[in-house]
C-alpha cells in the first residue's frame, strides 16, 4: 500500500527465500503468494550492503517485541535521524516500557511515532476497506505521514498521545485473550457481547487510570480494532484464549504470539497495581495462563465481582 505513495521502499526480511523471491518473483511465496507486489518494493538482508537505508526518509518498526533491541542494534547507525513509525504491540517486561519508548532511548530519537488499528494484513494488501490511528506528537511531519498510507481504501485518524494509541494496541490483545477464554465455556450472542461490553470499560477505565485519553477509544486504535481483534476468529490473540480455555497446549518457547500475549498481561497487571487499582478481567488473564485449571471456576468468581461492581 504504501509502495504506491513513495519513490523506493526497502523492505527487510530475516528468510532468504522469502527475500528472493519478492526481489526476483515480485512475489511473497509464504504469506501471499497469488499477490503481485510494486517493482520500487526491494527486499534485503541485515547481512546485505544496507548502505541504501542512508537514501531514506522514515522507517517503519514492524517486528515482534521480543527482537525489537537486537534489530535496532544492527539498524542503530542509520536510525539516528530517520522518521520512525512503531507497529508494535508489545510491553517489555520487567522494564514496562512500551515499545516507542525503548526505540526513543536506544536511538536517541525523538520522531518516533506509532500506529494502530483493525487491519488485518490480508484485507489490506487486497484493498478491502479499513482504517488505521496515527499516532503523532509533532505537527511538522504530520501532512507527509498522512501521504504516506494514503489509500482510497483506507480511513486514517490521528492522536497526539504516540503512547496512547500504542498501549491499545497492548491492551486489545490482551482482552481479545479474555473474550477467547470466554466463548470457550459460555455459548451465546448476549453472553459474547455482555463480556465484550464489560472488557471495554475496562480497557477505558485502564487507560483513565494510566493516565492516557480516555476519548483514544473512539478511534479506530480503540473501539474499532478491540472489536476486530476480540471478535474475529482469525485474530491470533482471541484463538489464544481459546486455547486457553479449551486446555489445547501451547509452545511457549516457540511460540511469538504465545509469549507476547503472556508478558503484555503480566505488564499490565504490574502497572496497574503500580497506579494502585486492580482490573478484575487483567488478573483473570494472569490466572488463566498459569494455571488452566482456574479457567472455569475464575470465570464464575469474575462474572459474580463484575456483577457486584
Known amino acids: 500500500m504504501i509502495s504506491k505513495n513513495v519513490e523506493e521502499l526497502y523492505l527487510f526480511g530475516r528468510n532468504e527465500n522469502v527475500i528472493n523471491s519478492i526481489n526476483n518473483q515480485r512475489t ?5 503468494p497469488l499477490n503481485h507486489l510494486n517493482d520500487n518494493i526491494n527486499a534485503f538482508h541485515l547481512k546485505d550492503d544496507v548502505n541504501n537505508l542512508n537514501e531514506t526518509d522514515l522507517v517503519i518498526l514492524s517486528v515482534p517485541s521480543g527482537v525489537l533491541s537486537g534489530v535496532i542494534k544492527e539498524l542503530n547507525p542509520y536510525l539516528k535521524d530517520k522518521i520512525i513509525i512503531s507497529s508494535i504491540k508489545g510491553i517489555d517486561y520487567p522494564s514496562l516500557n512500551l515499545m516507542t519508548e525503548i526505540i526513543k532511548d536506544q536511538t536517541q530519537n525523538d520522531n518516533v511515532f506509532s500506529i ?7 484485507e489490506l494488501i487486497n484493498n478491502i476497506l479499513s482504517a488505521l490511528t496515527i499516532g503523532i506528537d509533532n505537527s511538522d511531519y504530520r501532512k507527509s505521514i498522512q501521504k504516506l498510507f494514503y489509500s482510497p481504501s483506507l480511513f486514517t485518524d490521528f492522536s497526539s498521545d504516540v503512547q496512547g494509541v500504542e498501549f491499545c494496541g497492548v491492551l486489545k490483545n490482551v482482552y481479545a485473550v ?13 453472553s459474547h457481547y455482555a463480556f465484550l461490553n464489560l472488557c471495554f470499560k475496562e480497557m477505558r477505565a485502564l487507560l483513565d487510570k494510566m493516565g492516557y485519553d480516555m476519548d483514544i477509544s473512539n478511534n479506530y486504535c480503540g473501539f474499532g480494532d478491540f472489536n476486530l481483534t476480540a471478535c474475529v476468529d482469525k485474530s491470533r490473540n482471541r484463538t489464544l484464549g481459546l486455547m486457553i480455555g479449551k486446555d489445547i497446549a501451547l509452545d511457549f518457547d516457540n511460540s511469538t504470539i504465545t509469549m507476547e500475549g503472556f508478558r503484555s498481561a503480566m505488564a499490565i497487571q504490574e502497572m496497574s497495581r503500580k497506579v494502585g487499582k486492580d482490573f478484575p478481567i487483567i488478573n483473570f488473564v494472569n490466572k488463566a495462563f498459569k494455571d488452566r485449571r482456574c479457567v472455569k471456576p475464575g470465570l464464575n468468581s469474575l462474572l459474580n465481582e463484575l456483577k457486584k461492581n
Not at 511473497?28 to 501471499?32: E, M
Not at 479474555?178 to 448476549?190: E, H, K, R, T, V
Open 28 to 32: 511473497n511465496d509464504v504469506y501471499f
Open 116 to 122: 494502530s488499528g483493525p487491519t488485518f494484513a490480508d
Open 178 to 190: 479474555a473474550l477467547g477464554i470466554f466463548d470457550s465455556q459460555f455459548y451465546g450472542n448476549n
